[in-house]
């Protein structure tokens, strides 16, 4: 099931610097909210300290009632959390099967020892994996692509692959970092469409920073703003774009009044 994600007073700094200040909004379950702003607006900061690669200096971060602010990305998927990257960080030399296959070994009964030795419940494990990779891989447009080397892709499909291995943790919130970057018009427009599938299942709530506003209208309920580390307002897509503070802060001050 969607799970709801809090995020209450985070704040961010790296020695004299304030990164994010104050930061706090709700993304109820299995909606969309997209997070923009302007380049350095603490977006990528923010996602990080979500995800688990940045510690806030304070304030809280929750998936339903469990506070994650302090668990290690190794730790997420425990919590139901995924998060594709801008740029995939797949095994170029492995197939693509592979690479997705990845996402779902967090769930494979036993531990190290067991996936070693292959014992009984792990090989049972792998082969069910297997079947549901495969699966995913399908629902994607992906099923040609399975016994391929990741590196025969194109980037486009890269990012296709890296998403379908982070819904193989089976998240109940998954973080979509600047997934339009790089793609074509026809790849923007089938991403669009599989996430607006994947939202109707009403099993997953999905955080997206993109500065394409045309994935943000098309898919997010709500949008939060950033700008220098502060949000700066939320609302939906349509009151962002017109939202002279906003404007403001994509455009500079002249745009500003300019649209006044």
């Known amino acids: 099931m969607a799970a709801r994600l809090t995020l209450e007073g985070v704040n961010l700094h790296f020695g004299g610097?304030?990164?994010?200040?104050?930061?706090?909004?709700?993304?109820?379950?299995a909606t969309v909210l997209g997070l923009v702003g302007p380049n350095g607006a603490g977006k990528t900061s923010l996602f990080n300290c979500i995800s688990g690669h940045y510690k806030p200096s304070s304030g809280s971060i929750r998936i339903d009632d469990a506070e994650i602010s302090q668990t290690a990305p190794a730790g997420m998927s425990r919590h139901g959390l995924a998060r594709t990257f801008q740029h995939p960080a797949l095994q170029l030399e492995a197939t693509v099967l592979?690479?997705?296959?990845?996402g779902g070994h967090a769930r494979l009964p036993g531990g190290p020892a067991s996936w070693a030795l292959r014992l009984p419940p792990m090989a049972r494990g792998e082969r069910d994996l297997r079947t549901e990779a495969l699966g995913r891989l399908d629902e994607l447009g992906l099923g040609w692509a399975a016994h391929r080397r990741a590196d025969?892709?194109?980037h486009g499909l890269h990012k296709s692959v890296e998403l379908c291995r982070a819904l193989?943790?089976?998240?109940?919130?998954?973080?979509?970092?600047?997934?339009?970057?790089?793609?074509?018009?026809?790849?923007?427009?089938?991403?669009?469409?599989?996430?607006?599938?994947?939202?109707?299942?009403?099993?997953?709530t999905i955080v997206i920073v993109e500065h394409h506003m045309g994935v943000i209208s098309a898919l997010a309920d709500r949008v939060v703003v950033l700008d220098h580390g502060r949000k700066l307002m939320e609302g939906t897509a349509a009151e962002a774009q017109?939202?002279?503070?906003?404007?403001?802060?994509?455009?500079?001050?002249?745009?500003?009044?300019?649209?006044?």
Do not use: C, W
Request: charge should be negative; avoid cysteine.
């Open 17 to 29: 610097v304030t990164v994010l200040k104050d930061v706090g909004f709700t993304v109820e379950p």
């Open 98 to 102: 592979d690479n997705v296959l990845l």
């Open 152 to 154: 025969e892709l194109s």
């Open 168 to 204: 193989m943790v089976r998240p109940e919130v998954l973080l979509l970092d600047e997934p339009a970057a790089g793609l074509s018009h026809g790849e923007v427009d089938a991403f669009i469409q599989t996430i607006q599938t994947l939202r109707e299942t009403g099993e997953i």
């Open 242 to 260: 017109s939202d002279p503070r906003v404007i403001e802060a994509y455009l500079g001050k002249d745009a500003s009044d300019d649209a006044a």
